[in-house]
């Protein structure tokens, strides 16, 4: 059964947290479009920032609703980074609580204490996972909903077939599911609810959007990539993840010969010099974008290939 939140999406995506890229704009952006948009609490640097984003993201959405009443705009979600590594953890949450943030991802850890924040307002928790294992352990700890995080999703991203870890997990769980993975294309989207997945989790799509804080070169480089320029490496924070060999190759580095990382290295700050400021997490899926647009011309785009895509099979 689906959250009444989620069971209405013009299209059936969540558009995935971009650590240092998603801000207010394209959240924005993506929820007037039809998908569910999000962001890492993290990127709200200072800290305090993250009470005037979120101020501005629900008045906005706000407005837009009161405009739109029969095409109101979709919900937005906010990342919390479950790690012993995130200061902010606690401090962020409460600005989430404060605005009644209607979808809480929680990445790299569960707990029962952030849930339970989020279930005292009537917010939504969905917990990403790269194993079955890991699913067990968020729903046990109160998640309301999982995301499967498969092979080729961008950023720290697991190995995991789509076809297998969609089918183990729904041979026990029945709540929302989304799947991740290289997926960039509406007929992707389809394949995704064909196994079993509630939703499509897109991310380094939205990378190439106009709205995106990422650096011209970054978008202009998945525009010209796909996936044999994707690198599968530990080394960049400790956490085995995706990105684009291009900027491996800029950082000084031979993509072909990376050390291993270790879980200590890992680092949420955002100032690191390697990782994803100069080294850029990137899924699979990038062949599938072949320009820099808009997110409305992108989740135009998704919605036209879904529909011809049922309509193929119909």
Known sequence: MLPELLRHLPLPVIAAPLFIIST??????????GVVGSMPALNARPASQLDDWLAEITETLAVYNRAHPDAPAAPFAINQIVHKSNDRLEQDMAMCVKY?????????GAREDINAAAHAYGGVVLHDVINNRFAHKAVEKGADGLIAVAAGAGGHAGLKSPFALVQEIRQWFDGPLALSGAIATGGAVLAAQAMGADFAYIGSAFIATEEARAAQEYKQ?????????????????GVHGNYLA?????AGMDPAQLAEGKPAAMDFSGDKTKAWKDIWGCGQGIGAVTSIDTTAGLVERLRREYAAAKARIA
């Not at 207010?24 to 479009?33: F, G, H």
């Not at 009644?100 to 790299?108: A, E, F, G, K, M």
């Not at 480089?221 to 924070?237: A, K």
């Open 100 to 108: 009644q943030v209607p979808l809480i991802i929680t990445s790299l």
């Open 24 to 33: 207010p704009q394209l959240v924005i952006a993506q929820c007037k479009a």
């Open 246 to 250: 291009p900027s491996i190759r800029k």
């Open 221 to 237: 480089c998945i525009v010209d990539s796909n996936s044999d320029d994707i690198v599968y490496s530990s080394l960049f924070t």
